[in-house]
């Protein structure tokens, strides 16, 4: 059944681009239902106000941080992929129940083109900066598209907590030898926050030798071309930033919600990169 009010949660939600994404699809398939919202939802007071929501006829719920892992706490039904990333950014509420998915891992890999996936990922050596909640995402679908997945974060306790909750057998990458194994990369993809803020500068890699043929991924795309796609552009690699990943993750929750299948067009990566 297609749900009727829609919005995104978080603590803050304000820079949110999810309600122009979700409207542009609402309005360009002339749905009768109302527009997708944002709310800003207190994590101390967050079951309270999902209830409240549920009452107020709330039926579908996009989740960010920092409430991604209260909402998967609180869920009723909860999806496989949600289970494995102990997480949900996607709650579809009905009077009796709270189903949880989690649409960031299918985001990321609908994000990728064909191409990409065979001749980059697909039984090739990839990694995996951060290891945060988006890192454990791009590692779990990395993992199912079949790389040789790693994981370099500065505390490397972190990443050996997310490969064991993945149950992926890898390790960690160490300081000392990341630059070595990025070199030997054919993908890797930055799941930290360094460069979303102004004149902010990731200087995670060195970009000097890594090969020509790798392609450089970075989640971050406000802005554009982060200090790190930068580098990589300007050694000549082959980029990518998270807007697409941004509107697959939206789609599929979209299509949980409508029924229907949407996803990224050049019309609103035009209007995102516009605002």
């Known amino acids: 059944m ?32 109302k527009p997708y919202e944002k709310i800003n939802v207190d994590p101390n007071k967050f079951e309270e106000q999902i209830n409240n929501l549920k009452a107020e006829g709330y039926g579908g719920l996009n989740v960010t941080v920092p409430l991604k892992e209260l909402a998967f706490s609180i869920s009723d039904e909860i999806s496989n992929v949600s289970k494995k990333l102990r997480s949900a950014n996607t709650l579809t509420l009905s009077s009796d129940k709270i189903n949880a998915d989690n649409t960031d891992a ?71 030898e990341l630059d ?14 360094l460069g979303q803020k102004e004149g902010e500068h990731n200087n995670i890699l060195s970009f000097e030798n890594i090969e020509m043929d790798t392609f450089i991924y970075d989640l971050i795309y406000n802005p554009k071309r982060s200090s790190f796609l930068e580098q990589a552009e300007a050694k000549g690699l082959k980029v990518q930033n998270g807007l697409r990943m941004l509107i697959e993750q939206a789609a599929c929750s979209f299509q949980i919600w409508h029924e229907i299948k949407v996803g990224a067009s050049d019309e609103l990566m035009s209007l995102l990169e516009s605002v």
Do not use: C, M
Request: glycine share 6%; net charge neutral.
């Open 106 to 176: 299918v985001g990321f890999i609908n994000s990728l083109d064909k191409k990409t996936i065979e001749e980059n990922i697909t039984n090739k050596k990839t990694l995996v900066l951060g290891a945060g909640g988006s890192a454990r995402s791009v590692v779990h679908a990395l993992n199912e598209l079949g790389s040789q997945v790693r994981l370099f974060n500065r505390t490397p306790e972190k990443a050996v907590i997310l490969l064991n909750d993945l149950s992926i057998n890898s390790s960690p990458v160490s300081t000392e």
């Open 2 to 33: 297609a749900t009727d009010r829609t919005a995104v949660i978080g603590f803050p939600v304000d820079h949110s681009l999810s309600p122009i994404i979700h409207n542009h699809w609402i309005k360009e398939l002339g749905l009768n239902t």
């Open 180 to 193: 070595n194994y990025a070199n030997s990369s054919s993908f890797i993809v930055n799941t930290t926050s």
